[in-house]
């Protein structure tokens, strides 16, 4: 399963690269899947409205009803009926891509496992709303779904007798079947919006929406689509003779030309045994829970920055306990924590420059803590010997900046880039430790801990407490955001940033030149 993952993990890096060079990240559609998918379903819900207005029920009623639709009103009925069919398609595409990037990017396991858990149940409730939908149509395609999916409905035992011997003649079928099937198209998508919102539920400042160029444009191109290649119907149902040929949507109908292969009973087995696999798999194999941060009364004021700029709502606000003059403290949920330490660089009292007492802020991770950080970097910058030295700051779970190493290249690395404190960038620079600071971390908007890179380039940009201090030199300071497959790049980029420290240094120690660059 770990090469899988690390090959999907490669392709999909691989052409989110392109994505970002074509679009930028905020318009990178890959780093927005689940919101696109919640836009989307909107689209739907919004068309399926107006839809509903003009539907009729019964044999033939709902035929014809589609039909005017589609072509008496073409001009606004056909392209909402076009576009609650493109937009259900595209619904489907992004919930899988969805899945499959979560899986690959190792982001459904420890204090994820409730958004994966209750994002399964969402793939079963979109195909049953999809297939039901075909169902309203009532033409040859509806008649070939009315058929197939009795019959494999009827290997379950849970009906008295065959339900697939409704479906044989016109006179077993009546309007009250087609309010059934309005009252279940309706329903299912009610479920479904209910378990999207409680799919968040763990998830802080929740991205729901795409970025309002990325959604435009998709919609834009839904609607082109619908004009060029408008949905419609495949003749009306004949129970009387054989729905054949047809044409099947393979998003939501791949199962039933499976089902002729392999038989009923494999289908329903695979599709519960895929279901307990991808329920269970948060948990396979085991993992090692990592120590949750942990909170020192002490140094904590009860500023609440920790607690809104954590990802997971891990962290809440609760009275004071202590006696301290403070209204509030912070208490970490463990079960919730997934120490990324994004809270530790919120926290106001994290600083390096702390020396009359220990390194210890109002909150910390244990492994590894601030003052283990700090001792690293010392370690580290001691080592540096050659002009235009940089500190490298990066992110356990981007790419690996170790291997950048060198006589002018000291690196840390943390487990999110969010949890560096801007003031050991300001520690770094005002002792000298090194010529210049390179943040880096995942991709932007694509921080392997939800927030870590958008919180870190707020701070340094000084709209974000606790912010970066206006003394640092921003010359000195540079931000490349990469993924593992970028590492070419990177160096580059470097290799650049340390031609330009060399030049700052030499004007700082030429007074001519630097008269002269004035």
Request: glycine fraction near 6%; hydrophobic fraction near 45%.
């Amino acid at each position: 399963m770990h090469s899988l993952k690390a090959l999907i993990r490669y392709c999909l890096m691989w052409v989110e690269g392109w994505f970002d060079w074509a679009f930028g990240p905020k318009w990178n559609p890959t780093y927005c899947l689940g919101a696109l998918g919640y836009f989307y379903f909107w689209i739907v819900g919004v068309s399926g409205l107006y839809l509903y207005i003009f539907m009729d029920s019964g044999i033939p009623a709902s035929y014809l009803s589609v039909e005017y639709l589609t072509h008496d009103q073409w001009w606004l009925g056909g392209v909402m009926r076009s576009l609650h069919r493109y937009a259900s398609d595209a619904m489907v595409i992004m919930v899988a891509l969805h899945i499959i990037r979560e899986f690959a990017f190792d982001r459904y396991r420890g204090s994820r496992w409730f958004s994966w858990v209750t994002g399964v149940p969402m793939l079963w409730l979109i195909i049953i709303a999809g297939i039901s939908g075909y169902w309203l149509v009532w033409d040859m395609l509806a008649q070939y779904v009315a058929i197939a999916s009795p019959e494999l409905l009827d290997w379950l035992p849970i009906f008295g007798e065959p339900i697939a011997r409704n479906f044989l003649a016109t006179s077993h079928l009546d309007g009250r079947f087609f309010t059934l099937l309005i009252f279940l198209h309706i329903a299912v998508p009610l479920v479904l919006l209910f378990i999207m919102w409680l799919h968040l539920q763990r998830v802080g400042h929740a991205r729901i929406n795409p970025a309002r160029g990325l959604a435009v444009g998709t919609f834009a191109m839904l609607l082109v689509l619908s004009f060029i290649s408008p949905a419609t119907s495949q003749g009306i149902a004949d129970l009387s003779r054989v729905a054949s040929p047809v044409e099947l949507d393979w998003f939501y109908m791949w199962v039933y030309p499976l089902t002729d292969i392999v038989g009923p009973a494999t289908i329903w087995i695979g599709s519960f045994v895929g279901t307990i696999v991808l329920i269970l798999i948060p948990w396979i194999p085991p993992i090692k829970k990592k120590l949750p941060a942990v909170v020192s009364l002490d140094n904590c004021n009860g500023c609440t920055r920790c607690a809104v700029d954590c990802p997971f709502n891990a962290i809440i606000m609760a009275p004071r306990s202590d006696g301290a003059v403070f209204d509030f403290e912070a208490q970490v949920d463990p079960d919730l924590c997934t120490s990324c330490g994004i809270c530790v660089g919120s926290c106001p009292t994290a600083t390096p420059f702390r020396r009359a007492s220990a390194l210890v802020p109002g909150i910390d991770l244990q492994d590894p803590s601030l003052a283990t950080l700090r001792d690293e970097m010392e370690k580290q910058a001691a080592k540096l010997t050659t002009p235009g030295s940089v500190m490298i700051f990066g992110c356990d779970r981007s790419l690996k900046v170790a291997k950048f190493k060198s006589a002018s290249i000291a690196t840390v690395s943390l487990p999110c880039t969010g949890m560096l404190p801007p003031s050991f960038i300001d520690y770094v620079i005002s002792r000298k430790l090194a010529a210049g600071v390179v943040v880096t971390g995942c991709r932007r908007g694509e921080c392997h801990y939800r927030l870590g890179q958008a919180w870190m380039e707020e701070r340094l940009d000084g709209i974000r407490d606790p912010r970066l201090r206006e003394r640092v030199p921003r010359e000195r300071l540079a931000r490349f955001w990469a993924a593992p497959t970028d590492g070419r790049t990177f160096a580059r980029d470097i290799e650049q940033f340390q031609r330009t420290l060399i030049d700052l240094d030499s004007k700082a120690t030429d007074p001519e030149q630097s008269e002269a660059a004035q």
